[in-house]
């Protein structure tokens, strides 16, 4: 967990001592290994963000909440856009489900706009009109009154969301590439500037995974998080 969070696909390589130890989880992994992976993670000493992003009716996202509250995840997520109900009922099933197991409850939060997506995607094939950033913002605000923690949201949302919902509301943010980057994500920046603008966790993916070599990668993000 690269501090405010890094990814890591590789569980058994290793994992330098200065970087908290956190993992994000995705739908690949967990479709291939399913909970087995977090229960792997969790094994090596590192907290898990599940990112799975649940989107369906209340009833079926705080059943599956309960579930990854059982298994003692830190983190996860659910789309924003799946409406208040949805998420309040998601909010709920993690506390519940947190006394029930006698585990500490889950950090959630709502996906707000996909980091593949800019504007004129968001109107066309959404059917969303407005800016990137207003519909982010409605969304998150929506995140807050059902209940959720914070959302993830772009590097280039971040000032906007931590100037108008407060410094408690957590941010996290994908998206994050070293010299800006881009590939299939459209709204992204460097590490250094998305933790300036106040994100409290950053993912970083294939910057990692996909380098000759992850771990020097790694240490090159953390070193340019540390001069922010």
């Known amino acids: 967990m690269l501090d405010r969070l890094g990814e890591t696909m590789n569980l058994d390589g290793p994992r330098p001592s200065h970087v908290l130890p956190g993992v994000k989880i995705g739908n690949q992994l967990f ?69 029930d197991f006698g585990v500490a409850r889950p950090i959630v939060i709502g996906v707000t706009v996909l980091t593949s997506l800019d504007r004129k995607a968001l109107q066309h094939d959404v059917g969303v009109a407005g800016s990137v950033e207003a519909h982010v913002l409605r969304l998150a605000e929506r995140a807050r009154d059902a209940g959720l923690d914070g959302c993830v949201a772009s590097p280039r949302e971040i000032e906007l969301l931590r100037g108008a919902l407060g410094p408690t509301f957590v941010i996290v943010t994908p998206g994050i590439r070293p010299a800006e980057r881009g590939d299939d994500q459209v709204r ?41």
């Open 31 to 99: 479709t291939a290994a399913g909970p087995a992976a977090v229960e792997r993670a969790h094994k090596r000493g590192c907290r898990v963000f599940l990112d799975l992003k649940y989107h369906d009716i209340p009833n079926t996202v705080a059943g599956a909440v309960r579930e990854a509250t059982r298994m003692g995840v830190f983190m996860l997520n659910v789309h924003a856009s799946g409406g208040v109900a949805m998420m309040r009922a998601a909010a709920e099933a993690a506390t519940k489900a947190a006394k």
């Open 188 to 228: 992204v920046a460097t590490p250094g500037s998305a933790i300036s603008a106040g994100a409290d966790y950053i993912v970083v993916g294939r910057p990692i995974t996909a380098a000759p070599d992850p771990v020097a990668a790694l240490h090159a993000i953390v070193e340019e998080m540390r001069t922010v």
